[in-house]
């Protein structure tokens, strides 16, 4: 099969913006065209003004969400010497991820022999009533935050990044500048980057509870979403899944609803096909669905009927939200999904406040 890649080469021209993980590049072409370019220092080393750089270009020509940037594959006449590992064994770790593509890093798993918490994760069977909230996308990461912290200020909170999205952790400028308000990030399945790496989602949710110590987990996927207007062709499906890996370890799965009356798009619209769809056929276990209150009349109507199907699968919470808005504009990090800031989406991220708010809760209910 031809064009799967769309290669360029370049020359970097300027280093614009860093945060953890990720450096920003300005690339000049061998047309004399400029490209703006992501390298990941931890795969590719450090690029200088001068380098020479590989690019894969094929999302950014496209115009994909990959955040507007070329990806640098390699800087080829300076490459970055060894990890100072010995990785010719399995002491440094024998985690693969991304497996079997040219840029697969080996990582040490959480729970592998040679991990320091090799040993508790071996007889870790259960989450003992954790609160996590599963969300579809990346962007309600610092909703759900938002709205934990209104209630719980100090609550130990882990975030697991699954592989729907971004694959590397380093790519989310959002995570990057949540370090502080995160006990840890473990990147599960086929996602790296993390604090912690961990092969499954269910070895992760077991390290966020006893490694990690975490009083609430959140579970999304990483930036970008895979949809194709299909019911079944979106990564948000595995927000189901999650729910079924959450009460199989004995977790207490709150789902966050994908609601808005701003994104133009029908299926998206009132309560998003993408949640109706992950929690009512995909979902086998029970989990708390959160609607906040306060919303517009129409969409409250809309939203209600089109939970109706998932009642008698899931459990359907009213949740207030007095000072949910103000929580949301302390956010430490500016909210935005699919563009839309908080005043543009204010029922998307009053949604994931509020299932954020709910998981808090839980904490002091005794059933966590």
Known sequence: MRGMVRWRVGTVAGVRRRWVGAVELDVTLVDGTSMRA???PELVGVPEVGDRVLLNAGALLMGLGTGGYALVVAVPDRLPPDPPQALDSRDAGHLVKARYTPLQPILLGVDEEASPHHEVL??????GGLPVVTADLHSALP???????????????????????????????????????LVGTISVGQAFGGDLEASTLHSGLLAARHVLHADVAVVAQGPGNLGTGTRWGFSGVAMGEAVNA???????????????????????????????????????????????????????????????????????????????????????????????????????????????????????????
């Open 143 to 181: 909703a759900i935050l938002a709205g934990i912290r209104a209630d719980a200020p100090q609550a130990r909170v882990a975030y697991l990044l699954t592989d729907g999205g971004a694959l590397p952790a380093w790519f989310s400028r959002t995570l990057s500048a949540l370090r502080d308000e």
């Open 38 to 40: 992501l390298a990941y």
């Open 246 to 368: 959450i009460a199989t370890l004995g977790g207490r799965p709150v789902g966050s609803l994908r609601i808005s009356d701003a994104d133009p798009r029908p299926r998206h619209r009132g309560v998003s096909h993408h949640s109706l769809t992950a929690y009512g056929r995909v979902a086998l276990a029970r989990a708390e669905l959160v609607v906040p209150d306060g919303l517009d009349p129409a969409l409250a109507a809309e939203v209600d009927a089109a939970l109706v199907p998932l009642a008698d699968r899931h459990t359907v919470l009213r949740v207030d939200t007095a000072g949910l808005d103000a929580a949301l504009r302390r956010s430490p990090v500016p909210l935005s999904t699919m563009g839309r800031g908080l005043d543009a989406d204010h029922a998307y991220f009053l949604a994931a406040a509020a299932a954020g708010r709910h998981a808090a809760r839980l904490l002091g209910s005794g059933t966590a």
């Open 122 to 127: 071996a007889s870790a069977e259960d989450l």
